[in-house]
């Protein structure tokens, strides 16, 4: 990940096409930096072309006079001087054996580690240019743009600007590619081409957007004597690099090293002015006892956080892991791993190109625009995709939209409401007793509708008024290797268990609910759901107008995975106690209707589209999130199948559904939605999810795919933590990974898991094994339940990162 030292200011420089003076501009910058009396290292990750005109040759040669102060380097050279992927295959097909085309991966980890070694042999102020080859998308070794190639290390940015014909758009469009992957631009440099006269335009243009802009002199003509070309060149740099150490170039340098200082001042600041102006969600600021408890993000990039840890240089803050980090030598950004999916948004990692240009493409084109009786081609693509070939496939019929989570699941809760006033006739104020029927543990936002829809608990608030009734559901786990079932009291009681556990014989057994239906639990889950559902009705209280569930896993109630055959066992009850009418057409709902709120658990997040075939059962509403948008924008949607809709549809306005937002179908949520599903639907066939289906054993037919547990967790680290004695039980399904800590007190307000993972929260420095892209060792980002800890992956997650993280909790459990 990104690199920042206090003493060595590096600056990569990118050109906006090739032969624009790149390597010439940069030789400039590397002399007048040693001139100023720094020590310089120049970086050539890639070299194509004869060694006599390479281009760390030629940074070498003319830094005259300062030459002992600069060090050279180049780690990947070819001969052949055209692309660096086309150089990288011509050397394999000419049969040269040595030659291996490295991944992006390990591209960006050459290029770290060899920066972090430039930092170590410091001796005094540094400065470090790293210069691209070609222009800013030119292809690196394995093929992949620069942009994206070199976006893990985030390194700030010098863009080399065109002075020749054509140079003013190749500029701007080169900048506005930087921009769009997040790079820092600090300066923009370019010739003054008096033919042209590029600056001339570019200058005010850029200057009004901020950016600082350095012109200087062309160099002369190449001489077609070698020795004269030297001599005129050696000349050209004495021109520019002036031994009074003023003007342009020396204002290059006085302008990059404040960019330098300001970023550095900015990360320093950053907690205290965070502490005196930020309320936070979910913390508590009286526990937050220093500015060392701030995590600082200065960039994301894949899985990984880029944070600040140059606050624990100071003796207060007794790092249990990092111990070097008051080195000047030291970088004072660390990777640390998103172990949460930033609150279980990321799908396919941060900043990823796709979207960040999906999200450009309609912005673009559209901005915003209101949307009620009228559509776009965002929004209007993404509901027939999810309505018709998504998980709303084969029963619904339109989608909603709206802006997050939460306020999609009011619009749910407006949906089956409405529909269940329409079908039985009810008055006004028979309306206002509604309630709903769910699973205690159960959570469905913060919005004060979708509070009411559960039971009081942590996350109410003053205005909550609970309105409904809630089961203690059965749950998942496994405890000493072994899938089991543990029931509530109330359930264990009626089965007339010896204890509440039931052993379930593995965990594709629990969840294959089409065989465990004609299991005697089946009839007891019935037993008990029908005689409570007829103890509700005969107590009063509110009408039960709609079942809400949380399909599979309720996640902020603490990682609760209940057992799907008593979800499915609830829904076929309410559809049938509350329905004479069987059986019924999938768009039609009888009984109640019934809600799947997948906003956690959907599109894949545990390795299914959707949980309705593990069911075996399909909703009549369900609303999507989180994973819709990969992580980069808020959206939600709220789909419904026809029945709903039709209690909607007559001639008055006041029947509408009269819900909406200012942001409604936003189309730049709606295009990056697109983007992300398309990108899943490949995912979802990749070899890398093959390998881990096959790993958990699953079948290999076509069906399996919909219906079976499998994880992107090792098996094998499953089984070993669930054997740990201070680990009450594990659960892995899909990309989450669910501890539960062995904990007399218990619940949400436990800090038990908080304190046993508390190393994790730093890379060690003895740690070979955890490194983030970029090679350096990571900490781990993550959040807990009271005695719970959850862990996530994106979709993309590589194996190695996973099974990293899985050695680092490995470590901070059984220690």
């Known amino acids: 990940m ?115 070694q430039c930092a170590t042999r410091m001796t005094r102020p540094s400065h470090m240019y790293v210069e691209t080859a070609g222009g800013v998308h030119s292809p690196t070794l394995s093929g992949t743009t620069q942009l994206d190639s070199y976006r893990p290390l985030f390194l700030p940015t010098v863009l080399i600007g065109d002075s020749k014909l054509g140079g003013i758009s190749s500029t701007i469009s080169s900048y506005e590619s930087l921009l769009l992957r997040g790079y ?70 006085q302008h990059l090293d404040n960019c330098h200082a300001q970023r550095l001042t900015e990360l320093e600041t950053m907690p205290r002015r965070t502490l005196d102006t930020i309320w936070w969600p979910f913390v508590q600021h009286g526990l937050v006892k220093s500015e060392a408890d701030v995590n600082v993000l200065d960039s994301a990039s894949g899985d990984f956080f880029s944070v600040y840890n140059g606050r624990r240089s100071s003796p207060s803050a007794s790092p249990p892991a990092l111990s070097a980090q008051g080195s000047p030598k030291t970088s004072l950004l660390e990777p640390q791993f998103d172990g949460s999916a930033s609150w279980w948004t990321q799908a396919v990692g941060h900043a990823h190109p796709e979207l960040a240009l999906a999200a450009a493409r309609a912005a673009g084109r559209y901005g915003h625009v209101m949307f009620p009786q009228g559509t776009h081609l965002p929004a209007l693509k993404l509901a027939e995709r999810l309505v018709h070939d998504g998980p709303g496939k084969g029963w619904a019929s339109r989608a909603f939209f709206s802006d997050d989570g939460s306020t999609g699941m009011e619009v749910a809760l407006k949906m089956a409401l409405r529909a269940y006033t329409v079908k039985h006739g009810l008055d006004k104020a028979e309306r206002k007793h509604l309630g709903i029927l769910g699973l205690k543990g159960s959570y469905h936002g913060d919005t004060i509708g979708a509070m009411d829809a559960c039971e009081e608990g942590v996350y109410t608030c003053e205005w909550h008024e609970a309105k409904g009734f809630w089961f203690d559901p059965p749950t998942v786990a496994i405890r000493k290797g072994k899938a089991a079932v543990s029931l509530p009291p109330a359930l264990a009681e009626l089965a007339g268990a010896a204890d509440a556990q039931v052993d379930t014989r593995s965990l594709a057994h629990t969840y294959d609910v089409a065989a465990r239906l004609q299991t005697p639990l089946a009839g007891t889950y019935r037993a008990y759901i029908e005689r409570t559902l007829q103890k509700l009705k005969e107590k009063g209280g509110p009408t039960i107008a709609a079942l809400v569930l949380e399909p599979l896993v309720m996640g902020a109630g603490g990682m609760i995975f209940v057992d799907p055959l008593f979800q499915r066992v609830l829904i076929d009850v309410v559809r049938g106690t509350y329905s004479s009418v069987q059986p019924r057409p999938a768009s039609q709902w009888a009984g109640l209707p019934v809600i799947f709120d997948e906003v956690f658990v959907g599109l894949y997040r545990l390795g299914l589209q959707s949980t309705a075939p593990l069911l075996g059962t399909q909703p009549d509403i369900a609303v999507n999130a989180k994973i819709l948008t990969g992580g980069l924008v808020p959206l939600a949607v709220t789909m419904a199948s026809d029945s709903i809709f039709q209690a909607f549809m007559s001639e008055a306005k006041v029947d509408a559904l009269l819900h909406g937002h200012s942001y409604t179908a936003y189309p730049v949520g709606c295009e990056v939605a697109n983007a992300t599903l398309e990108m899943i639907d ?130 901070a459990i059984k220690n």
């Open 2 to 116: 990104s690199l920042l030292f206090k003493n060595l200011r590096i600056h990569q420089i990118f050109g906006a096409n090739t032969d624009v003076g790149k390597t010439v501009l940069t030789s400039a910058l590397v002399r007048a930096s040693a001139a100023l009396g720094k020590a310089v290292y120049y970086l050539k990750p890639v070299s194509t072309g004869p060694l006599d005109v390479a281009d760390d040759e030629h940074v070498k040669r003319f830094a005259g006079r300062y030459r002992e102060s600069v060090d050279a380097a180049c780690l990947f050279r070819f001969d052949e001087p055209v692309s660096p992927h086309l150089a990288a295959r011509l050397a394999q097909e000419q049969g040269k054996r040595e030659v291996t085309v490295p991944s992006d991966e390990t591209f960006a980890n050459a290029v770290a580690h060899h920066i972090r």
């Open 184 to 253: 820092i631009v600090d300066a923009i440099m370019l010739f003054r081409d008096e033919y042209y006269r590029n600056w001339e335009y570019l200058s005010p243009y850029f200057a009004e957007r901020g950016v600082h802009v350095v012109t200087l002199d062309p160099p002369p003509e190449r001489h077609a004597d070698r020795a004269q070309d030297v001599e005129l060149t050696d000349k050209y740099y004495e021109h520019i690099v002036p031994s009074t150490q003023q003007g342009g170039i020396f204002d290059a340098i």
């Open 682 to 811: 490949k995912l979802a066939e990749c070899e890398e999810w093959n390998v881990a289906r096959h790993a958990w054993k699953v079948p290999e037919s076509p069906d399996a795919k919909d219906t079976a547990v499998w994880s992107f967790w090792d098996p094998e680290f499953v089984n070993a933590v669930s054997h740990l004695d201070s680990v009450n039980e594990v659960m892995a399904f899909g990309t989450v990974l669910s501890i539960k800590v062995k904990d007399t007190s218990g619940g949400y307000q436990s800090h038990s898991a908080q304190k046993m993972l508390e190393s994790i929260k730093t890379g060690l420095v003895e740690d070979k094994l955890s490194s983030a892209p970029g090679g350096a060792p990571f900490g781990i980002n993550y959040r807990t339940l009271g005695d719970v800890a959850y862990f996530m992956l994106s979709l993309n997650t590589p194996a190695h990162t996973a099974r990293s993280v899985e050695e680092r909790i490995w470590s």
